[in-house]
T-cell receptor
């Protein structure tokens, strides 16, 4: 299957700082990327959907000014958590899909564990 | 009521046992995804299916569109199968996730 990478895999930052997480599709062009958040022992929660070259669509309750998403190319999307607080500590997962060939299957990255101290 | 329900929530098994995890959904779907999440957190796609049955190694997934139900079977289970198994359905262009089934297989 297609490969999606995330960087970093783990990050610890101080409260008030900003953290950038990268999501890359390594062997295909991702027309759409999705950002999810997962709390311990809970399911994935969709935060936003981004299409290459356009603004991200955020889910209800997700602050767009706090979670900045950029999808500048067909292989890279970034999520920046601005002015991070301890309650932002979570596991962030991206996925990527490509409409080429008519398939909308999502391929998941390995996730990034963010701890805000 | 969740749009995607999985059962059981937790499952323990002895190595070698046949395992079944069920998924029922209440929305219209274009396809259904079975995912595996290991303790480290990474998610692996096991199957994506929209009808019938798929098999890969010891894993079998079936779906009944009329009954809005899917099952994931693991034959000859092994401790390395211990993970959380997540059913997710494609509704329009988004995935709706079940709450997952935590499987532990003991030697």
């Amino acid at each position: 299957g297609a490969v999606v990478s995330q960087h970093p895999s783990r990050v610890i930052c101080k409260s008030g700082t900003s953290v950038k997480i990268e999501c890359r599709s390594l062997d295909f062009q991702a027309t759409t990327m999705f950002w999810y958040r997962q709390f311990p022992k809970q399911s994935l929660m969709l935060m936003a959907t981004s299409n290459e070259g356009s603004k991200a669509t955020y889910e209800q309750g997700v602050e767009k000014d706090k979670f900045l998403i950029n999808h500048a190319s067909l292989t890279l999307s970034t999520l920046t958590v601005t002015s991070a607080h301890p309650e932002d500590s979570s596991f962030y997962i991206c996925s990527a899909s490509s409409l080429s060939g008519g398939s909308f299957e999502q391929y998941f990255g390995p996730g990034t564990r963010l701890t805000v101290t | 009521k969740n749009e995607v329900e999985q059962s059981p929530q937790n499952l323990t098994a002895q190595e070698g046992e046949f395992i079944t995890i069920n998924c029922s959904y209440s929305v219209g779907i274009s396809a259904l995804h079975w995912l595996q999440q290991h303790p480290g957190g990474g998610i692996v796609s096991l199957f994506m299916l929209s009808s019938g049955k798929k098999k890969h190694g010891r894993l079998i997934a079936t779906i009944n569109i009329q009954e809005k139900h899917s099952s994931l079977h693991i034959t000859a289970s092994h401790p390395r199968d211990s993970a959380v198994y997540i059913c997710a359905v494609y509704n329009t262009d988004k995935l709706i996730f079940g709450t997952g089934t935590r499987l532990q297989v003991f030697p």
